[in-house]
């Protein structure tokens, strides 16, 4: 049973409240809302009809109060996204789909998943071929990080701030003998749980799960003034709380993240995010995979999401590939950003002086090997023949295949 | 005051410019060297339309020409001189 069902079947309590979403982005409105009070397990739109499942009561005056706080914020002025190229099937009902797949791997807690073979070789794979398409070009130095990065670094980005509800936090236990003797025994007599939170004494929280990549390429180069324009790629470990939204497939707590971020003046900048969407453009009509490159805007919490939003749009500072995910919708696979001087100010990192601009691409490896299953089968003798040969030339390569 | 010294005093302030910071000129590009950010773009709006009496919508404001502390007197002068005449 999908860990989605587990939870509705715990759902004791059921509201409904009518509340126009306006001008309001309705997929924002609809993501939010998940974060609006603790124990929420589902969220549903019709109309302007909002049911909420909830895992204990709630006063419903609260939840509609809250819900109208996130509507005013998701309201903006109009900033509209631009198709750069878009790539259809000639009928998505005949996309086999990921509910035909049995392939997706074990859910072991709401967005944790565990993955298996074929799914596990497709991501290896496709993380090689990102590399070979963008290294090349690039020619990006290799950086490994760690999983999780100081609280500092992400508040100096402010990341902290502008996506609070994403934050998964990492603590050790307190380090006293008598902290540790009590928790052993404890975890010897017991399965631990989340309800024993409260008789453990965890140590100050000095680090986070990376929520991206790329924020350690700008820390670990915090004071430096690089002599010359500069890509690097890592690929970490990411995570993202989404409460109920990990409901939805794609939507991991814990995935892949393929970066190739870039260092130096304006124009380099620019013309690598312009290269970067090229190949992006080239990869999707050679591999066939269906979707769509658009602008897009980073989706803040914060209460200043109408100017962040707006800006972003407006400058064009983020484009996104939506890959389909038949039967139903479609899921961002890569994200191509620019920063301009916001993460150079923020470590003081310089270019002869200069402030600098950085930009990044990502890519999320799971989503993307989400979409090619979704889109073309897990048998990959049914693949477009570019894939269908460029992965087998892979596989044949490959000492687990 | 003229209106290039009235964006380029607010931008300074705005944007907290050390005095000997040889980059800030009226022709530096605001938004790639962080002079300006979604906030301080919203401000100079405001200040715009309240001190100058001139409404630079979001759309125009993104244009390349308002890129720069000088396209923006420019505009703004050209805007101003319309609706006098």
């Excluded at chain 1, 603790?38 to 909830?54: A, E, H, N």
């Excluded at chain 2, 000997?20 to 405001?46: M, N, R």
Aim: charged fraction near 25%; charge should be negative.
């Amino acid at each position: 049973m999908k860990e989605r069902d587990k939870r509705l079947r715990k759902v004791s309590h059921s509201y409904k409240l009518d509340r126009s979403l306006g001008d309001a982005n309705a997929d924002q409105c609809l993501y939010a809302a998940a974060f609006l009070i603790p124990g929420i397990l589902d969220v549903k739109l019709s109309g302007d009809t909002w049911t909420f499942q909830t895992t204990h009561p709630v006063n419903p005056q609260l939840l509609d109060d809250r819900l109208a706080k996130i509507i005013e914020r998701y309201t903006t002025a109009g900033a509209s996204s631009e198709v750069l190229m878009e790539l259809l099937p000639e009928r998505v009902e005949d996309l086999p789909g990921l509910e035909s797949s049995e392939t997706l791997g074990q859910e072991i807690a709401l967005g944790l998943n565990v993955f298996d073979a074929p799914f596990a070789r497709i991501v290896r794979f496709l993380d090689d071929a990102m590399l070979r398409r963008f290294g090349p070009e690039f020619t990006p130095r290799e950086e490994i990080y760690p999983n999780v990065i100081p609280m500092e670094s992400l508040s100096r980005a402010n990341h902290l701030s502008g996506f609070p509800e994403h934050l998964n936090f990492v603590s050790h236990l307190h380090s006293d003998v008598e902290n540790l003797d009590a928790f052993a025994a404890l975890a010897s007599e017991t399965i631990l749980s989340a309800a024993d939170n409260s008789k453990i004494q965890f140590a100050p929280t000095e680090l986070v799960h990376n929520p991206s990549t790329c924020y350690h390429c700008y820390a670990r180069r915090k004071n430096d003034d690089i002599k010359m324009d500069t890509a690097v790629t890592a690929i970490t470990k990411c995570h993202r709380y989404e409460a109920s939204n990990h409901s939805q497939l794609g939507r991991l707590m814990e995935f892949s993240l393929r970066e190739v971020i870039f260092l130096g003046t304006p124009d380099y900048v620019r013309e690598t995010r312009s290269r970067c969407l090229d190949i992006v453009a080239e990869m999707a009509r050679e591999w066939s995979i269906f979707g769509s490159l658009v602008s897009a805007s980073d989706p803040f919490f914060s209460s200043d999401y109408a100017s962040k939003s707006t800006h972003q749009y407006r400058l064009a500072l983020k484009y996104e590939y939506k890959a389909l995910l038949p039967p139903h919708g479609a899921v961002s696979i890569l994200s191509s950003n620019l920063h301009g001087p916001t993460f150079s100010k923020a470590f003081s990192i310089t270019q002869n002086g200069r402030p600098i601009n950085t930009g990044c691409i990502g890519f999320g490896l799971e989503r993307f090997a989400f979409a090619i299953l979704a889109q073309h089968g897990a048998d990959s003798d049914h693949w477009p023949a570019r894939l269908q040969a460029d992965y087998k030339t892979w596989c044949a390569n490959d000492p687990l295949s | 005051m003229d209106t290039l010294t009235k964006i380029r005093d607010f931008i300074r302030n705005q944007a907290k410019v050390a005095a000997e910071d040889d980059l800030f000129t009226d022709d530096v590009d605001l938004l790639d060297y962080g002079y300006l950010d979604s906030f301080g773009t919203v401000a100079l709006i405001e200040l715009i339309d309240k001190e100058c009496n001139v409404d630079l919508s979001n759309v125009d404001f993104y244009d390349a020409q308002f890129r720069t502390i000088a396209g923006i007197a420019a505009a703004v002068d050209e805007r101003a001189g319309q609706k006098a005449s």
